[in-house]
T-cell receptor, first 111, second 115 residues
Framework: GQQLNQSPQSMFIQEGEDVSMNCTSSSIFNTWLWYKQDPGEGPVLLIALYKAGELTSNGRLTAQFGTTRKDSFLNISASIPSDVGIYFCAGQLAGTYKYIFGTGTRLKVLA | GAVVSQHPSWVICKSGTSVKIECRSLDFQATTMFWYRQFPKQSLMLMATSNEGSKATYEQGVEKDKFLINHASLTLSTLTVTSAHPEDSSFYIC???????????FGPGTRLTVL
């Protein structure tokens, strides 16, 4: 099945550091969603983006919808231990209700 | 926020048996529900899209006769894994979409282990 390119695949950071991850594709998307998944649980929605160029924040999280509609990034500022988990982007293909998921970024925070 | 539940949360079954997984939207009517499969350390792969009252649309490579989907109401969709085999062992996750906005809200997932 289709997947979005998401990078980095994994990262180890020190508590307090900022984190940045992104998703890219050759396809155009109408909506970008960012999720966090803890082990053994379903994904939890963090941020939703609806317009090209849109920049949205949710606490320490900031995400942007790329102007070309083919990419998106997520930043986490001042990371804390509970930020540990897997982060997925999901893009809604233009003209459909289907979402394609990124390959995931596994984040580990060192206290 | 919108809440989606799944039942059971985990199931262990013998090879050859069938398993039914329920997905419910608790506080909204879901015009569309989606079923995903997630293998360990991998991303979510869309299996099928389910609209209330109509046949599900399956993704390429997903056997519709093996993974039966019924979306009988605006709050309930079921996935039945028929004649399950060990390679069907996975984490099955559903999501539901309201009319607006277009976000998908995910259930907690069902871990299926086929012995």
């Amino acid at each position: 099945g289709q997947q979005l390119n998401q990078s980095p695949q994994s990262m180890f950071i020190q508590e307090g550091e900022d984190v940045s991850m992104n998703c890219t594709s050759s396809s155009i998307f109408n909506t970008w969603l960012w999720y966090k998944q803890d082990p053994g649980e379903g994904p939890v929605l963090l941020i939703a983006l609806y317009k090209a160029g849109e920049l949205t924040s949710n606490g320490r999280l900031t995400a942007q919808f790329g102007t070309t509609r083919k990419d998106s990034f997520l930043n986490i500022s001042a990371s804390i231990p509970s930020d540990v988990g897997i982060y997925f982007c999901a893009g809604q293909l233009a003209g459909t209700y289907k979402y394609i998921f990124g390959t995931g970024t596994r984040l580990k925070v060192l206290a | 926020g919108a809440v989606v539940s799944q039942h059971p949360s985990w199931v262990i079954c013998k090879s050859g048996t069938s398993v039914k997984i329920e997905c419910r939207s608790l506080d909204f009517q879901a015009t569309t529900m989606f079923w995903y499969r997630q293998f360990p350390k991998q991303s979510l792969m869309l299996m099928a899209t389910s609209n209330e009252g109509s046949k599900a649309t399956y993704e390429q490579g997903v056997e519709k006769d093996k993974f039966l989907i019924n979306h009988a109401s605006l709050t309930l969709s079921t996935l039945t894994v028929t004649s399950a085999h060990p390679e069907d062992s996975s984490f099955y996750i559903c999501s539901a979409r309201d009319k607006e906005p277009t976000e998908q809200f995910f259930g907690p997932g069902t871990r299926l282990t086929v012995l």
